[in-house]
C-alpha cells in the first residue's frame, strides 16, 4: 500500500462532465467504469438526470451533500470551468482527481497560466492530481478503468505508466493476445502535480506489482527520480523506455565537459544510477516486463542451451557471447548423466545438441539433468519442428520442470502457429518462448541484469571536511566582481577542497615572479592568466620549464602575447606554478556539467585525446560515492593505462578516486558552480596533482542559494 | 538462368532410395515430390515395383534404359552404398546430384575418406552435387520440395540457402503466416561440392531471385565468396546471419595483429567487402529480406515520419538517430501544404503529428504531401488505435499512395488483432507493418545501406612496381637456413617494396657499427637482433639519441643485456639507423594476419595505446585497392590525429594509403608471410618511414607456391 493506494482502489468515482452521447470523452469513461468497476459510479453533470441508468448529480458538492463519498474525481469538463470544478470537489474533501481535461500547459501560454493555478490548487488542498491531458487511470484489482479508451487492461502483475496516452492505447490493444497482465496503468498526461516519482514510489509499496513499467519523454525532477527508483528497484524491478533520445541537444556549452555531454547523457547516467533498465525499443520493453513478471531471478549466471538442432544452438551461443551472460560449465557428474542418456551423435557439452531426432523424453531428460547442475542459473530450450515431436508436449515438460527446478528458462519453439498452444501454456508458467533464439537470451539476460542491480549496494557519497567558509569566500567575490568564468587565478578552490596541486601562485610583477620562482625548486611553469583567454597554449600563453633567472622576462613575454593576441583582454596576472613530471604519470580530465533535470554531473576520462578524439568518457550524477566512482574510472576504455597497461607504473588510483569524490561534494554544495574542468588532473605513481582549472558560474543560482 | 538452373527447375527427379514405409525420409521425399512437383518423378529401390503409385525402377540405369532423362538424383541410400549409386546415376548422365544421406565428413574419419571420395566422383563426372547430409532443396516455380521436411516453403522472390536444415524447417513454419515466400530454398548440408558461393552466383543470374537470404555457419574459400558475392550485389541484395560469431578463438599469434584479430574479423571484413548485409538475429533476417524482397530502394535517404500520436513519432525519431538514415527536412512547399491541411495543433514538421482524432482523410493527405516532397526518400507510418479510424482504410490508403508515389514506406500500425487484415494489405503491396516503430525505420535502413552498397563502386587494387625478384632472394634464404620470425634485419623487404624506411643497417662488430653511423647525420638509434627476443625496448635493447663517438659502447651494452636476458638467444647483431623525429608525426601500425578461410587480413591503427587500449582498429581481406584503404583509415575512431586534430600538423595520409596499399600486395603475392607488424609506421606532415618490421614465415605455404 503506497500513498496514492485510493487512487487505484477506490470504492466511488465520480465522472464530473458524465455524458450519454456517444464519441465523446465523457461517455467513453463513464460507460467504461459503468461497465468494469466494483465501486460506485458517480456521474457529474448539471444538465442530465441521469447518464447511462445511473443517477446523476449536479456538481461533486451535491453528490457530497447526499452523503456519497467521493474518492476519486475523474476531470472531463472544459479546461475553462476544470478549476472551478477541482476546487469545489476538493472543498467536499475529495483527495484523488484524475484530469482528462486538456489544454493546460501543452496548449500555449494561456495555458500554461491555468496549469500553474492548477498546482497551486492541488498544493493548497494537498491533492493527489494526475494529469491534466491525461487519458486516465486504470487497476484491474477493482475492475477500474478510469480512462477514454477502447480497451481495459487484463489482469496482472506489471504496472505502467506513460506519457503518451495513445501508447497506452496501442499496448493494450496488442497485450490482449498475448498473456500480458498488468495491475495498474496511468497515462501522466502533463505530471503538472504527480509525477513518475510519485508513481515508482507507489508501486513500489504494492504488493500487487511485480514489475515497474514505464515509457517517459522527459523526467522533471531527476534527483528525486534517482533516489527514488534506487529505493523501489532494490524489490520491484524497473524497464523504462526513455525516448528523445537522439535529438540534438547542441548546448553552448563554455566548458570541455558541457560540451562532450549531449543530451542524453544525463539520463544515460541517472537511469543507470537509479537502478532502471533502460530499454531503447518497445519490443524490449515488454520483452523484458514479461520474464521479470513471470520468472524467479537467477542464483547464477551460467546459462545452459539445450536444442535438437546444432544451428539455433549456435545462434543462442552468439547471443549469450553478445549479452552480459556466461556459458555455463556443466559438471563432470553432469556430462556422465548426460553421456548415460544421449545417442552418440549427441554434442554433451553446452550448448547441447539432443539432435533431430529427440524425442519428448529426450527433451525431459536433459532439461532436468542441466537445471541439477549447481552451475546452471537459468535454461534456453530451443527447438526446431520434427516429426517425433509435439510442441504441446514439449511445453508441458519445460514448465513443470520449470517448477521442479526453480530455475528460470526462456524457450524458442521455433515455428509458425504450431507453436501457439504451446506458447499459451509456457505463458502461464510466465516462461517466453519466441521464434528467434536471440530474443530468449536477452530476456534472460535482463533478468541477470536486474538480479545484479537489486544487490548492488548503494553506498552514501562520502563527506569530506571541505574549507567551506574559503570556497564560499572565492565564489562570492568573484560573483560579486561580476566574474562568470573563473582559471587558475582560483586554484585557491581546490587548495580548499584539499585537492592537491603543484605550489604557485598568480602574480602581477615581473618582480613578484621572480620572488615566487625563487621560493620553488628547479624550473618553473608560467600561464597567462585571463578570464577571456580560453586556449591559452594556443596564443603562446604558456612557457614550461622556466628558469628562475628567466622568469621575469618571460613574463613580460606573456603578457605582450595575450595582447596581441587581444588588446583588450582582461588580464589579471602570470601563474607561476612548480614543474610536475608530466611523463611520470598519466594525463586525465576531472569535470562537471550541470543538467536541467539530474543538477551535476561528474565526468572523467584520461588526457585530451581520450576525451575529445576518442570520446572515451565516464559520466555520474553527483554525489558520487566511492565505489560509484571506482566503476566510473573503470568504465572508461583507456583505464588500462592508469593500471600499468604497457609498461607503464601503475598510477595512484585511490588518489584519483578522492579526487573526483571530492569535486562531486564541491559542486552538490555549491550550485552557483554550474560548470568545471579541471585539466589536467596529473595521476602519479604517488599522489594526484590538479594542474589547471577552469569553471563557470551562475550567480542566479547564488542568488537562489541566498535567498534559500 | 545460372549454371544451376537445371537443378532448381528439371523436368525428371529420381528418389534413390524411394519408400512406401511411411516415417523414412525416402518415403517423405518421394511425397513431397508426388504431391507438388510439375515434372516427373521417378522413384528408384530395387525392391519395389512401384511406390506411392509411382513406377519405380530398380537404378537410375535402368530409368535410363527406359528413356528417361533424369535431370536430379535425390540420394537417399545408406552412405555405404551412396557412392556406388551416385556413379551409376553420373554414367547415366545425370549431372546434378543431392545427397540426402548422412555419415560423411560429420561423423568422423572414415565418414570423412567417404566425403573425399564424393568429392572426388563429382569432379570426375563433373557434377553439381548438394550435400550430403542436406535436408534437400526446393523450388516454389516449379513445386520441387525435394526435402523431407514437412511443409513446402510458398512461392515468392526470396532464395534462400541454410547450413542447418532444421532451421528451414523452422523458417518455413514460421513464414507460413506471415506472407513470406520463396524461390529456392537449399540446405547446404556439409558443402562437400557445391557451396555457398555456387548458389550466389546461380541466384544472381536467377530472374526469380530477387533477395538471397544465407544462414550460413563457415564460408569454406573466403576470396572465392566475396568475388562473386561483390559481383552478385550489384543486382541483387543478400542478408546474411553468420553464427559461431563469438567463439572464443584465441590463436597463439606471434604478431600484434594476429593477436588482435579475433575469430570473427575476418568474417566481419570479407563480408562487408563482399556487399553483403550482415544481420545478428533472426528477426532481422527477415525482417531485412521482406523489405528487399518488397520495396524498391530509395532515391534519397531522407525519412518522414507520419504519426497520430506524438510518442511512437518520437520513438521513431530515435529510431532514426540510430540508425543510418536522416530524418528529411521539408520544403517550404510542404509545410504549406500541410498547414493547410491539418489543424493547428498538428506538428507540420517532421516526425509530422496530425494528432488523435485523424481520420483516414487527414492521413491520406499527409502521406500524399510528404511523399510528394523530394526530400523525402523513405517514409514511416505510425498510428495508434482511436476510434474514428480503420486500420483495414489506413493499411489501402498507405498502399495505393506508396504505389503513386513509388517511395519506400514501411509501417507501424500499433495494436493486437485489429491489425491482422491491414498486415495482410499492406504486405500485399510489400510493405512491413510491426507494433514496434524501431522495426519500421530498421527495415528501411536495411533498404538504404543496400543501395548504397549497390552503388558502391569496387576499385582494382593497384599493382606496383615492386622488386619481387629480391623479396623473393631474402624470403627463400630465410626458410631456407629455418628462419621463421623475421625482425628488422630483414627491412630489405619494405625497400624492396619500395616503402621509406630510416637510413640503416644491421652490423655485427661493434666497428662496422661505427662506421655505419658516421655515414648517418646525427644521432641514431640502435637496436638488437635476435630472432628469439621480440620485446626489444622492455630488456633494455633499444637506445635512441646514441652519439656516433657512443656507438661503439654501446653496441658492446646491447650484446651484454640480451646476453644477460636470454643466454642462448641467437644475436645477429645490432641494427644502427637514421633518427625519425617520432613527435613530429604519429604512430601507426600496419599488420598483416592470414585467416584460414579469407587469407591474408590487413590491419591499420595508431600507435600502440590506441590498437592494444582502445583497440581502434580496422581490417581488410587483402588485397585491397585504394579507395578501401582510405576508408580503413578514416574509420578508425582516432583517425581525426591524422588529420589534424587538437593543433597537430596534418599528416601525410596520401603516403600512409600508399604503404598499406603496397602491403597488402606483398602479402597477396608472397603466402609465405602469415604474420606482418610494421610498427610503428611513422606518418609525418611530409611522407611516413618504416621504423620497425616483424614477420613470421610459414615455410609449407612457401613449398605449395613452388608446388603449384
Given at each position: 500500500m503506497g500513498e496514492l493506494s485510493t487512487l487505484f482502489a477506490p470504492e466511488c468515482v465520480a465522472v464530473v462532465g458524465a455524458s450519454d452521447e456517444p464519441g465523446t470523452v465523457g461517455h467513453a469513461i463513464t460507460k467504461n467504469l459503468r461497465d468494469d468497476f466494483e465501486g460506485t459510479v458517480v456521474p457529474v453533470n448539471p444538465n442530465r438526470e441521469n447518464v447511462l441508468g445511473l443517477e446523476c448529480y449536479d456538481s461533486v458538492r451535491e453528490a457530497s451533500e447526499a452523503d456519497i463519498t467521493v474518492d476519486v474525481a475523474v476531470v472531463v469538463v472544459p479546461p475553462t470551468i476544470a478549476l472551478d470544478v477541482i476546487e469545489e470537489a476538493a472543498q467536499t474533501g475529495v483527495e484523488n482527481v484524475v484530469v482528462?481535461?486538456?489544454?493546460?500547459?501543452?496548449?500555449?501560454?494561456?495555458?500554461?497560466?491555468?496549469?500553474?493555478?492548477?498546482?497551486?490548487?492541488?498544493?493548497?488542498?494537498?491533492?493527489?492530481?494526475?494529469?491534466?491531458?491525461?487519458?486516465?487511470?486504470?487497476?484491474?484489482?477493482?475492475?477500474?478503468n478510469a480512462t477514454f479508451g477502447p480497451r481495459s487492461a487484463s489482469p496482472g502483475n506489471i504496472s505502467f505508466m506513460s506519457q503518451s496516452g495513445a501508447f497506452i492505447t496501442a499496448v493494450l490493444d496488442w497485450a490482449a493476445d498475448r498473456h500480458?497482465?498488468?495491475?495498474?496503468?496511468?497515462?501522466?498526461?502533463?505530471?503538472?502535480?504527480?509525477?513518475?516519482?510519485?508513481?515508482?514510489?507507489?508501486?513500489?509499496?504494492d504488493e500487487g506489482t511485480d514489475v515497474i513499467l514505464g515509457y517517459l519523454e522527459d523526467i522533471g525532477d531527476g534527483r528525486s527520480f534517482i533516489d527514488t527508483a534506487q529505493t523501489v528497484t532494490r524489490e520491484t524491478p524497473m524497464v523504462v523506455v526513455k525516448s528523445g533520445r537522439t535529438e540534438a541537444g547542441a548546448s553552448a556549452a563554455a566548458s570541455h565537459t558541457g560540451a562532450i555531454a549531449g543530451s542524453d547523457t544525463a539520463y544515460r547516467a541517472g537511469l543507470e544510477q537509479a537502478g532502471v533498465l533502460r530499454v531503447e525499443t518497445v519490443q524490449d520493453l515488454f520483452d523484458f516486463a514479461s520474464i521479470l513478471a513471470g520468472q524467479p531471478l537467477p542464483e547464477t549466471e551460467g546459462v545452459a542451451i539445450v536444442s535438437n538442432a546444432g544451428g539455433p544452438g549456435v545462434m543462442a551461443t552468439d547471443a549469450v557471447g553478445d549479452s552480459s551472460l556466461e556459458l555455463a560449465t556443466f559438471s563432470d557428474e553432469t556430462l556422465a548423466r548426460l553421456e548415460d542418456r544421449l545417442p552418440s551423435e549427441a554434442n554433451l557439452y553446452n550448448p547441447v545438441d539432443i539432435i533431430g531426432d529427440a524425442t519428448i523424453d529426450r527433451f525431459e531428460d536433459t532439461i532436468d539433468i542441466v537445471l541439477d547442475d549447481e552451475n546452471v542459473g537459468m535454461a534456453v530450450v530451443l527447438s526446431c519442428p520434427t516429426a517425433v515431436l509435439s510442441y504441446e508436449e514439449l511445453a508441458e515438460v519445460i514448465a513443470s520442470l520449470h517448477?521442479?527446478?526453480?530455475?528460470?528458462?526462456?524457450?524458442?519453439?521455433?515455428?509458425?502457429?504450431?507453436?501457439?498452444?504451446?506458447?499459451?501454456?509456457?505463458?502461464?508458467?510466465?516462461?517466453?518462448?519466441?521464434?528467434?533464439?536471440?530474443?530468449?537470451?536477452?530476456?534472460?539476460?535482463?533478468?541477470?541484469?536486474?538480479?545484479r542491480r537489486r544487490d548492488h549496494e548503494y553506498e552514501t557519497p562520502a563527506q569530506f571536511d571541505i574549507d567551506r567558509e574559503r570556497i564560499d569566500e572565492i565564489l562570492t567575490a568573484a560573483v560579486e566582481s561580476g566574474q562568470t568564468r573563473l582559471g587558475v587565478e582560483s586554484m585557491d578552490l581546490l587548495e580548499a577542497c584539499e585537492i592537491p596541486t603543484p605550489t604557485g601562485e598568480v602574480v602581477n610583477s615581473p618582480r613578484r615572479a621572480t620572488a615566487v620562482a625563487r621560493e620553488i625548486d628547479g624550473d618553473v611553469v608560467m600561464k597567462i592568466v585571463s578570464p577571456d583567454i580560453s586556449h591559452k597554449s594556443d596564443i603562446g600563453g604558456v612557457e614550461i620549464g622556466v628558469a628562475t633567472e628567466e622568469v621575469a622576462d618571460t613574463y613580460e613575454d606573456l603578457v605582450v602575447r595575450a595582447r596581441n593576441y587581444q588588446p583588450d583582454a582582461k588580464v589579471l596576472g602570470v601563474q607561476i606554478q612548480e614543474m610536475v613530471d608530466v611523463d611520470a604519470g598519466t594525463e586525465s580530465i576531472v569535470g562537471v556539467t550541470r543538467d536541467p533535470q539530474f543538477g551535476p554531473l561528474v565526468m572523467f576520462g584520461l588526457g585530451g585525446i581520450f576525451v575529445e578524439v576518442m570520446e572515451d568518457t565516464a559520466f555520474r550524477v553527483a554525489p558520487v560515492a566511492e565505489s560509484a566512482v571506482r566503476e566510473m574510472v573503470d568504465e572508461i576504455t583507456s583505464s588500462p593505462l592508469l593500471y600499468g597497461a604497457r609498461g607503464r607504473e601503475r598510477a595512484d588510483v585511490d588518489a584519483l578516486v578522492e579526487v573526483i569524490q571530492r569535486i562531486s561534494q564541491l559542486v552538490t554544495e555549491f550550485p552557483v558552480i554550474t560548470e568545471l574542468d579541471i585539466n589536467p588532473v596529473v595521476v602519479l605513481p604517488d599522489g594526484v596533482a590538479a594542474i589547471d582549472l577552469r569553471l563557470t558560474l551562475d550567480p542566479d543560482a547564488v542568488t537562489t542559494e541566498v535567498d534559500s
Open positions: 482528462i481535461t486538456a489544454g493546460f500547459s501543452e496548449a500555449g501560454s494561456e495555458g500554461s497560466g491555468r496549469e500553474r493555478e492548477l498546482v497551486a490548487l492541488a498544493e493548497k488542498y494537498d491533492l493527489n492530481l494526475v494529469g491534466p491531458n491525461s487519458l486516465g487511470i486504470m487497476s484491474t484489482t477493482v475492475g477500474l500480458l497482465g498488468f495491475k495498474d496503468v496511468v497515462s501522466l498526461g502533463n505530471k503538472a502535480v504527480l509525477d513518475e516519482s510519485d508513481f515508482i514510489r507507489q508501486w513500489g509499496d517448477e521442479k527446478h526453480g530455475t528460470p528458462v526462456a524457450t524458442a519453439l521455433m515455428g509458425g502457429s504450431s507453436t501457439e498452444t504451446a506458447a499459451h501454456t509456457l505463458s502461464e508458467s510466465g516462461i517466453p518462448t519466441y521464434f528467434d533464439p536471440e530474443r530468449a537470451v536477452r530476456s534472460l539476460d535482463a533478468l541477470a541484469r536486474y538480479a
